[in-house]
Nanobody
Framework: QVQLVESGGGLVQAGGSLRLSCTAS????????VGWYRQAPGMQRESVATITRGGSTNYADSVKGRFTISRDNAKNTVYLQMNSLQPEDTAVYYC????????WGQGTQVTVSA
């Protein structure tokens, strides 16, 4: 029924930018708070940024001031604007709802070269 689709990842040099997109096809994605998560090799999946149903945002300390989460309800899409990327940001990035989890998607690979 509902499938999470992340896109926008790629290879970028340190200091560069990427914008990730997340869409939940077949669901009312915009009715829920949504988070971006990432998982680096050998690491646990961690929360990067969240945006609530009401639009409140929170960020991990490691990305605060560099990343911005936003949503376009009309497009049923959540974005993660990533600026000043560093090699430590290299990971597979995933999105999901906060309250009622959907099955995790494939994620999108972000690789930052030094």
């Amino acid at each position: 029924q509902v499938q999470l689709v992340e896109s926008g990842g790629g290879l970028v040099q340190a200091g560069g930018s990427l914008r990730l997109s997340c869409t939940a096809s077949g669901g009312i994605f915009s009715s829920y708070g949504v988070g971006w998560y990432r998982q680096a090799p050998g690491m646990q999946r961690e929360s990067v940024a969240t945006i609530t149903r009401g639009g409140s945002t929170n960020y991990a300390d490691s990305v605060k001031g560099r990343f911005t989460i936003s949503r376009d309800n009309a497009k049923n899409t959540v974005y993660l604007q990533m600026n000043s990327l560093q090699p430590e940001d290299t990971a597979v990035y995933y999105c999901n709802q906060l309250l009622v989890r959907l099955n995790w998607g494939q994620g999108t690979q972000v690789t930052v070269s030094a």
